[in-house]
């Protein structure tokens, strides 16, 4: 008799309640195989392209290759056209237009290619104590103390006075000469260890070391001097010239596997590129969707989505009224008939850290893509809160596709938070819904994702573009 009540309640169990963790390890075990073959091409992108240009540079590329071709407003483009929409080289839009084209509104899925990183400031170059030095400006939410005794790279671009422009990328490939940020000895640390830790390092310290030997034994400024004979011999520089300049320090190190079990991927700028990349993918296996499918990937999205390459410019509704237009639709009633993932990375648990999250409420690696509803912080504020209408049918296109997918919230209601370009795309009177990769040391100059997850972000992507 006992027997039986137990198997009754089992199988109540089966039927109303969500098994989160057993499901999910029996689906990643499945995708493994291929979750793995799938990261090899991720590390390689993930390498490569450390800013948002670089992050342009290559999606163009890879674009064309798979037979995208430059978007032109004025012609009139039929199902199956690939186009893409470079703006200003630091973001851009690819679609694939839909069998019924943009009358049932189009899909969207955004993602960022911006991360944190160190900027330099107008005038950075300088010496001291007889070194070479450059003052920076962080750039989005950092902890400092991470940027410190850790080898980086220079990235950007410099235009010159003339006009000319120089694309510097140092610091990557075998020979380079690399930079760092000094940090003070622990012998004689006494009164930093004294001070909070977000006192103990201010953004007037990320001062990086970029030279050591004076021009001559005689003379003033020797050893900034020395620094810039070097840029002039290589590159034409003077001084002046790096007013002009967008010129980014980032970490210096390659994507690597994570664990004996080679199941992660450690790196930097996961967030929010490993989303950008499965995106992409998805899209270049997207033959003829239904409805004309778009990938936007945003720059400035860690400092507030601003800028004319930003989600808080017009870029990407342009882009949809040209589409709109080009069919003689009225851009506003497609954008009302229009949704989008914003696909932004969300938090993984960390046991270690186990007292900032909710467990029965978290994202875990190796569950599948993470869904949330609403991001923001405390109060949902600057949050897009998706509708149950459209998270509904977001959970059945997954579904019906065998996607491994999880839902969570960004830690504990009062810890904090943050925001993703959802609430931007939403202005336009789309259904948005954040969905990405989970992430382990979020905004930490070497971050940590699961395959198996990137892989599911893939299927997701692809899924929703392709769902009727």
């Not at 963790?21 to 993930?46: Q, S």
């Not at 390092?201 to 001097?225: A, M």
Request: aromatic share 8%; with cysteine.
């Amino acid at each position: 008799m006992e027997e039986n009540k137990k198997t009754e309640v089992q199988e109540l169990c089966e039927k109303l309640l969500m098994d989160r963790a057993k499901p999910a390890r029996e689906a990643a075990l499945r995708h493994a195989a291929k979750a793995m073959d799938f990261a090899e091409g991720y590390k390689d992108f993930i390498t490569a392209a450390k800013t948002e240009r670089e992050a342009v540079d290559w999606t163009v590329t890879a674009a064309k290759a798979a037979g995208f071709t430059e978007f032109d407003p004025m012609k009139k483009y039929s199902a199956g056209d690939k186009v893409y929409y470079n703006n200003r080289g630091k973001a851009m839009c690819l679609a694939v237009i839909g069998k019924n084209g943009a009358k049932d509104g189009v899909r969207i899925a955004a993602a960022h290619i911006d991360s944190p990183r160190i900027d330099l400031k107008p005038l950075p170059l300088y010496e001291s104590g007889e070194l070479a030095l450059l003052k920076t400006h962080y750039y989005g939410g950092i902890k400092k103390y991470q940027w410190t005794a850790i080898p980086l790279s220079l990235h950007g671009k410099i235009v010159k006075k003339d006009g000319s422009e120089v694309t510097l990328n140092v610091g990557e490939n075998p020979g380079d000469p690399q930079f760092c940020i000094t940090d003070i000895l622990p012998h004689l640390g006494k009164d930093q260890t004294a001070k909070k830790l977000g006192e103990a390092f201010t953004g007037e310290d990320l001062n990086v070391l970029i030279g050591s030997l004076p021009l001559s034994e005689e003379g003033e400024q020797l050893y900034k001097l020395n620094v810039m004979k070097l840029l002039n011999e290589q590159y034409g520089l003077v001084e002046s010239d790096l007013i002009s300049a967008e010129l980014e320090f980032v970490p210096a190190f390659p994507a690597t596997d994570i664990g004996f079990d080679r199941s992660m991927v450690g790196a930097y700028g996961h967030d929010d590129r490993v989303c950008a990349y499965p995106a992409v993918q998805a899209l270049f296996a997207s033959e003829a969707p239904e409805k004309t499918s778009i990938v936007c990937l945003a720059d400035k999205e860690e400092i507030g989505s601003v800028g004319n390459t930003g989600l808080c410019s017009e870029y990407l509704n342009y882009f949809v009224c040209d589409l709109s237009r080009a069919e003689g639709l009225e851009p506003q009633h497609v954008w009302s008939r229009s949704n989008c993932l914003s696909a932004d990375v969300t938090a993984a648990f960390d046991p270690t850290y186990a007292s900032a999250y909710e467990p029965g409420n978290s994202t875990y690696l190796n569950r599948g893509v993470g869904i949330a509803k609403y991001t923001g912080s405390r109060g949902k504020g600057g949050s897009n809160d998706a509708s149950a209408e459209f998270l509904g049918w977001v959970r059945r296109v997954l579904d019906k596709a065998g996607v491994l997918w999880q839902i969570g919230e960004l830690g504990k209601v009062d810890q904090g938070g943050g925001g993703t370009v959802a609430l931007d795309i939403s202005r336009l009177n789309a259904d948005v819904i954040d969905i990405g990769v989970p992430v382990l040391s979020m905004h930490a100059p070497f971050e940590v994702i699961s395959k198996v997850d990137l892989y599911a972000a893939y299927q997701a992507f692809k899924a929703y573009f392709e769902a009727e």
